[in-house]
Nanobody, 126 residues
Framework: QVQLVESGGGLVQAGGSLRLSCAAS????????MGWFRQAPGKEREFVAA????????YYADSVKGRFTISRDNAKNTVNLQMNTLKPEDTAVYYC???????????????????WGQGTQVTVSS
């Protein structure tokens, strides 16, 4: 079992920055792909960013590319999401996820992740 706990959410003005962190416990996540997803009220959960276990290969949704950066520290069992130039449309609950099973399709699919955190709220005011 893996427990994921997100932190770092909050209220920020448009153009500001936040850094989300995801701490894993119960099992090392160094061999897993890690992802960030978000869900706004009334919308489906959507992919934000992912990072392979090597920490070299990263993926981003087009809507956040160039503004968000995902990183991981396997020694600390953590994954971070640096969010810059935030926009009101970035407002959502952000979830951290870990996937251990062999990838079957694409890292952008929630089905490729086995464990999820409880989420952290990010609110961007205009």
């Amino acid at each position: 079992q893996v427990q994921l706990v997100e932190s770092g959410g909050g209220l920020v003005q448009a153009g500001g920055s936040l850094r989300l962190s995801c701490a894993a416990s119960g099992r090392t996540v160094s061999s897993s792909r890690m992802g960030w997803f978000r869900q706004a009220p009334g919308k489906e959960r959507e992919f934000v960013a992912a990072i392979r276990r090597s920490a070299i290969t990263t993926y981003y949704a087009d809507s956040v590319k160039g503004r968000f950066t995902i990183s991981r520290d396997n020694a600390k069992n953590t994954v971070n999401l640096q969010m810059n130039t935030l926009k009101p449309e970035d407002t959502a609950v952000y979830y951290c996820a870990a996937g251990f099973a062999p990838l079957r399709a694409t890292v952008t699919s929630p089905r490729e992740y086995d464990y999820w955190g409880q989420g952290t709220q990010v609110t961007v005011s205009s």
